[in-house]
């Protein structure tokens, strides 16, 4: 029996990805201010079993080790997010210097091993100073998140070669603002475009931050800013002109309303008249839709799996349901859909052709370690065999894909979920923090060595 085997194209970049809250730890250490995560987490009822990220993966302290366990993998790139409050503990302009000195001292570490830099500006933790002046509703907010964003140009520019301004401003807007699911856990629906808007028009205040850094992209390299978007295919779950149009809302809030706006300038008119009759809109002032769409170096794609959406009249805002995803499933409870990565990508194309990455796909299990002390996630090495095929048929296909980051490096804090929910190449025992590589880790070792899939 031969074996076929899908090669990537050399140069193609081979990395993980993390989230600061998510496993730095030391939330308070070193000047570092509260963030809107912090104040979430130690508010009782928040977090599934009253769990924070006070310590999580402690990778403020063991960074060093994190990184040589890259090394160990081979990791090619490193995706990682910054605490803006480690930065700038109150969300002004006072340095706390202690705190640039750590993400220096990480860049440092993974510049040695030649493993690249992919830094996101903004992972969901706000200073909680500037939630008290109204967050991401107050549109001042962007003012200051691209002050942020110039001061780490000027003095982490030259080490960090790929910058993300946001992940997943859908999430920060909808769960965060909208639900309440998330920090900062604010209900009030009503306020989730103009924040949307805002997130959005700090990106583009960013990207004119780098490009007046002098930062430019190099052609067909690994450089430049863009932003991470979750994009996640939408399907009806059945050929009802009602479902078809649930699904087509769902789709409109999750992923067209930033995609248009980034790419074509606007706001799609069918949700700008769907949530007129039961939102806020937001104020857009003149010159904002140029500032949001100018154009990026690269778009990154956050994927895991699709949403298959009904009609149901009960819900006022989208008039859909969640369909139950049909088995198998992850820990999270979404489908195991391989198509899914393959779809997003083309979503994406079908706006113009720009460089893409891959910024986070992978599975959620419920990793145990053996008694031999290995930990054996075969399920997870289907999943990244499956999902990393048809990345392939996609660039097969002319998209310009041009890296992939597992999510996650390290089992970590899953945010609201808290610890029980694990994602990572590498397991994280949190009572010790002994950290073991997976038998997925070994998997992707030798996946990146070939730079192929068989």
Same mark, same amino acid.
């Given at each position: 029996?031969?074996?076929?085997?899908?090669?990537? =194209?050399?140069?193609?970049?081979?990395?993980?990805?993390?989230? /600061?809250?998510?496993?730095?730890? &030391?939330?308070?250490? @070193?000047?570092?201010?509260?963030?809107?995560?912090?104040?979430?987490?130690?508010?009782?009822?928040?977090?599934?079993?009253?769990?924070?990220?006070?310590?999580?993966?402690?990778?403020?302290?063991?960074? /060093?080790?994190?990184?040589?366990?890259?090394?160990?993998?081979?990791?090619?790139?490193?995706?990682?997010?910054?605490?803006?409050?480690?930065?700038?503990?109150?969300?002004?302009?006072?340095?706390?210097?202690?705190?640039?000195?750590?993400?220096?001292?990480?860049?440092?570490?993974?510049?040695?091993?030649?493993?690249?830099?992919?830094?996101?500006?903004?992972?969901?933790?706000?200073?909680?100073?500037?939630?008290?002046?109204?967050?991401?509703?107050?549109?001042?907010?962007?003012?200051?998140? &691209?002050?942020?964003?110039?001061?780490?140009?000027?003095?982490?520019?030259? #080490?960090?070669?790929?910058?993300?301004?946001?992940?997943?401003?859908?999430?920060?807007?909808?769960?965060?603002?909208?639900?309440?699911?998330?920090?900062?856990?604010?209900?009030?629906?009503?306020?989730?475009?103009?924040?949307?808007?805002?997130?959005?028009?700090?990106?583009?205040?960013?990207?004119? &931050?780098?490009?007046?850094?002098?930062?430019?992209?190099?052609?067909?390299?690994?450089?430049?800013?863009?932003?991470?978007?979750?994009?996640?295919?939408?399907?009806?779950?059945?050929?009802?002109?009602? @479902?078809?149009?649930?699904?087509?809302?769902?789709?409109?809030?999750?992923?067209?309303?930033?995609?248009?706006?980034?790419?074509?300038?606007?706001?799609?008119?069918?949700?700008?008249?769907?949530?007129?009759?039961?939102?806020?809109?937001?104020?857009?002032?003149?010159?904002?839709?140029?500032?949001?769409?100018? =154009?990026?170096?690269?778009?990154?794609?956050?994927?895991?799996?699709?949403?298959?959406?009904?009609?149901?009249?009960?819900?006022?805002? /989208?008039?859909?349901?969640?369909?139950?995803?049909?088995?198998?499933?992850?820990?999270?409870?979404?489908?195991?859909?391989?198509?899914?990565?393959?779809?997003?990508?083309?979503?994406?194309?079908?706006?113009?052709?720009?460089?893409?990455?891959?910024? #986070?796909?992978?599975? /959620?299990?419920?990793? #145990?370690?053996?008694?031999?002390?290995?930990?054996?996630?075969?399920?997870?090495?289907?999943?990244?065999?499956?999902?990393?095929?048809?990345?392939?048929?996609?660039?097969? #296909?002319?998209?310009?894909?041009?890296?992939?980051?597992?999510?996650?490096?390290?089992?970590?804090?899953?945010?609201?979920?808290?610890?029980?929910?694990?994602?990572?190449?590498?397991?994280?025992?949190?009572?010790?923090?002994?950290?073991?590589?997976?038998?997925? &880790?070994?998997?992707?070792?030798?996946?990146?060595?070939?730079?192929?899939?068989?």
């Amino acid at each position: 029996m031969t074996t076929s085997r899908h090669h990537f =194209p050399p140069g193609f970049l081979w990395g993980a990805a993390t989230a /600061a809250y998510q496993i730095e730890g &030391a939330w308070n250490a @070193d000047g570092k201010g509260e963030s809107i995560w912090d104040h979430f987490s130690h508010t009782p009822g928040r977090i599934r079993r009253g769990e924070t990220g006070d310590v999580a993966c402690d990778h403020y302290h063991r960074y /060093a080790e994190d990184v040589d366990l890259m090394a160990e993998i081979g990791l090619q790139s490193y995706r990682f997010s910054i605490a803006w409050p480690r930065i700038f503990p109150h969300g002004d302009t006072a340095l706390n210097q202690k705190g640039l000195d750590f993400y220096r001292r990480l860049v440092a570490a993974l510049r040695e091993r030649g493993i690249v830099p992919m830094a996101t500006l903004y992972h969901w933790d706000l200073p909680q100073k500037l939630q008290e002046r109204g967050g991401w509703v107050n549109r001042d907010t962007a003012m200051r998140f &691209a002050e942020y964003a110039a001061f780490l140009f000027e003095h982490l520019g030259a #080490e960090i070669p790929l910058w993300a301004t946001h992940n997943e401003p859908f999430i920060s807007a909808y769960f965060g603002y909208g639900n309440g699911e998330k920090a900062p856990g604010v209900r009030r629906f009503w306020d989730v475009l103009t924040v949307g808007h805002h997130l959005l028009l700090s990106h583009g205040l960013a990207v004119q &931050a780098y490009r007046a850094s002098g930062r430019r992209a190099e052609a067909g390299g690994h450089s430049g800013i863009g932003i991470v978007l979750m994009i996640w295919p939408h399907h009806p779950a059945s050929a009802s002109p009602r @479902d078809v149009q649930a699904n087509r809302l769902v789709d409109g809030a999750m992923n067209r309303m930033f995609l248009e706006a980034l790419f074509c300038r606007r706001y799609p008119d069918d949700m700008w008249q769907h949530f007129r009759r039961r939102l806020m809109l937001p104020r857009v002032a003149p010159g904002d839709m140029e500032l949001i769409g100018q =154009p990026m170096d690269f778009l990154g794609i956050n994927t895991y799996t699709r949403v298959v959406n009904a009609a149901n009249w009960r819900d006022l805002l /989208a008039g859909a349901q969640q369909v139950t995803p049909q088995e198998p499933t992850t820990a999270m409870g979404w489908e195991i859909y391989p198509p899914s990565i393959y779809e997003s990508v083309m979503k994406v194309r079908s706006y113009g052709d720009i460089p893409l990455y891959i910024t #986070e796909n992978g599975i /959620a299990l419920h990793d #145990e370690k053996g008694n031999d002390g290995r930990v054996a996630d075969g399920a997870r090495i289907a999943y990244m065999q499956s999902h990393l095929a048809e990345l392939h048929r996609a660039m097969a #296909e002319g998209a310009d894909v041009r890296g992939y980051y597992v999510w996650s490096l390290l089992d970590n804090f899953e945010w609201e979920l808290g610890y029980d929910k694990r994602f990572g190449l590498i397991h994280v025992d949190f009572a010790t923090q002994k950290r073991t590589l997976k038998d997925s &880790a070994y998997w992707y070792r030798d996946l990146i060595a070939t730079n192929s899939l068989s």
